[in-house]
């Protein structure tokens, strides 16, 4: 797996100070996209173990409380990230007591494959849905466009 960029301190993305990756690829290709760069799954950079292991001890600081580790793009769905992001989750929830985890795809939840179905079972919150400009909103907490639909993923399950 690529990626774009790797926030260790971000209030943005999600509830509470959070650390935040933003993966290469991503196959939705929305019009309006505000992320163009990120399709191509050979951009950015190289998510290496060192990463890994950094969000991993950076979750942990106790000098900033984060709340949790945001997953964006990108994709973090597209079939080149799962197995690298099924690595990533599951560590945070063995080895990071008490942070959750958000995740934004362009796939609709109803249209999730088995293997990107089993990743976001052990993600907490779910942001689904291409960005549709004709539904853009800018008054939408954590969504670009209307069509895109907030799963709290404990009430899925
Ligand atoms: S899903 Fe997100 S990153 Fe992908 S094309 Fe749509 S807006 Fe861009």
Not at 14 to 27: A, D, K, Y
Not at 51 to 77: F, H, Y
Not at 114 to 141: H, S, W, Y
Request: charged share 25%; hydrophobic share 35%.
């Amino acid at each position: 797996m690529n990626y774009h960029a790797y926030y260790p301190v971000d209030v943005v993305n999600g509830e509470g100070t959070r650390c935040t990756l933003f993966v290469s690829g991503c196959e939705h290709q929305c019009k309006g996209c505000y992320n163009q760069s990120t399709w191509r799954v050979d951009s950015g950079h190289l998510f290496t173990k060192e990463l890994e292991d950094q969000i991993i001890a950076d979750l942990n600081d106790t000098r900033i409380k984060k709340r949790g580790l945001s997953l964006s793009g990108g994709d973090p769905l597209h079939h080149a990230n799962l197995f690298a992001i099924k690595e990533l989750v599951q560590r945070v929830k063995l080895e990071c007591l008490d942070k959750d985890i958000w995740l934004w795809t362009g796939y609709t939840f109803k249209s999730l494959s088995p293997t990107q179905r089993a990743i976001v079972k052990q993600v907490d919150v779910l942001i689904d849905g291409k960005f549709e400009q004709d539904k853009k909103d800018l008054t939408l907490k954590w969504r670009g466009s209307s069509n895109q639909i907030i799963y709290w993923v404990r009430d899925l399950t």
